[in-house]
């Protein structure tokens, strides 16, 4: 049994006649008797009976014909789908990165289709931690990502800019009235950070150890929106990557004056994996416009603080 023999099978059941079926497919009459009776002997059954000039399934043929137009409809909405997904004008782009990297994604986007006018690109976002994001790439689940450097010879990258982290502390704080502030004076503060699995929070624990510096840690969380929350209703202070949407409700961000390192945002990608063209095209346009996330941060409103 092939897929040509089913093709022809469900095209003479639909039209009920061979003449038709054969001027349908583009084959001689011959050619189709001649597969129809092999698909026959290999089920073991006859699936057509002439009545008159026309052609009817036989019950073993009403039976077998549902599942050979599923499974046609079911090849056939892959084949389009696959087309779709290497077609660079109407592929699918898949994208992960940090979730405080939203507002430059979404201006990132926005700004590739409005340069490229590939408008009918489907863009799949999703928010991923730094180990997360490294395995996707291997695994070939995600085309590109927005993320720090990943050190792993199969992983490639263009540097697009730095995020600086600041210190977010509620409005009511006595920290909120400073122009910077330095990590020393967090020693005894409530203090919200990120959780152990995070890049980040292994990091923030380093430079404060490396300071010297104590705060009482009330909460570990992993996502930039929970600390955001935590700090405006006034439960705690903590250091985060700036927010690119303005500062959250309730919240100011102050400067650090320490000379800890910004964070450098890399767009990744499996130089060992197939890049679908729509991926490509996008991968080409945020490389080629260099600092895309620092020339984000000089357009965005609320990114001064």
Known sequence: MNLRQLYYFKTIAELEHYTRAAETLYVSQSSL???????????????FTRQGRNIKLTKHGELFYPHVKKTIETLENGI????????????????????????????????YLSATGRVDVRFQYEHDGFHEIH?????????????????DPRIDGVRIGAHRLVLLVPEKHPFAKKESISLKELSGEN??????????????????????????????????????????SGHSVAITPLPLSGAPYNVTP????????????????NKERYMPPAAGYFQDFIAGKKALFDQFLLRCPGCQP
Do not use: C
Not at 84 to 108: E, H, K, M, Q
């Open 33 to 47: 008797s001649h597969a129809i009776r092999e698909l026959e002997n290999e089920l073991h059954v006859e699936l």
């Open 80 to 111: 389009s789908q696959l087309q779709d997904y290497i077609d660079p004008n109407r592929g699918t782009v898949s994208l992960s990165a940090f979730s405080s990297l939203d507002a430059f994604v979404s201006d990132a986007i926005v700004q």
């Open 135 to 151: 395995q996707k790439l291997i695994r070939g689940e995600i085309d590109l990502a927005f993320s720090t450097k990943i050190d």
């Open 191 to 232: 203090f919200t950070t990120y959780d152990a699995d995070s890049q980040l929070g292994v990091q923030i624990k380093e430079y404060l150890r490396q300071m010297d510096v104590r705060p009482n840690i009330v909460m570990e969380a992993r996502q930039d929106i929970v600390i955001y929350g935590l700090v405006s």
């Open 254 to 269: 102050i400067p650090i004056s320490d000379p800890i390192p910004q964070r450098d945002i890399y767009l990744l990608w």
